[in-house]
């Protein structure tokens, strides 16, 4: 079972930057799926940044430009470097890993938007004008 722990957020103003880590345990190969998404009470939630087993990545429109996501195989550590932050950055940030077929569905974020229990404690993000 693939448990995940989140940690690096923090309030900072806007253009600041923060890296979000997460602590990824239970991998038992390397086909994985890895995303970021990011949740606040008044919207659902939105898919960040994913990445395939082959390191291919793709960004919400929202993000793109600023926001990098990144994996160290042999920390078994997902990343998230976020640059240029904004005050419509500020939410919840999770992480979530799972074996998803198909590169296009991975990048896609469906998977983690709309199915499962994602994420761990997260981390929150506050962002400030």
């Known amino acids: 079972q693939v448990q995940v722990a989140e940690s690096g957020g923090g309030s900072v103003q806007a253009g600041g930057s923060l890296r979000l880590s997460c602590e990824v345990s239970?991998?038992?190969?390397?086909?994985?799926?890895m995303a970021w998404f990011r949740q606040t009470p008044e919207k659902e939630r939105e898919g960040v940044a994913a990445?395939?087993?082959?390191?291919?990545?793709s960004y919400a429109n929202s993000v793109k430009g600023r926001f990098t996501i990144s994996f160290d195989n042999e920390k078994n550590t997902l990343f998230l470097q976020m640059n240029s932050l904004k005050p419509e950055d500020t939410a919840m940030y999770y992480c979530?890993?799972?074996?998803?077929?198909?590169?296009?569905?991975?990048?896609?974020?469906?998977?983690?938007?709309?199915?499962?229990?994602?994420g761990g404690q997260g981390t929150q993000v506050t962002v400030s004008p």
């Open positions: 990445i395939d087993r082959d390191g291919s990545t």
């Open positions: 979530a890993a799972d074996y998803v077929p198909g590169e296009s569905r991975c990048l896609g974020m469906d998977w983690v938007v709309f199915g499962g229990n994602y």
């Open positions: 239970g991998l038992t190969f390397r086909s994985y799926c």
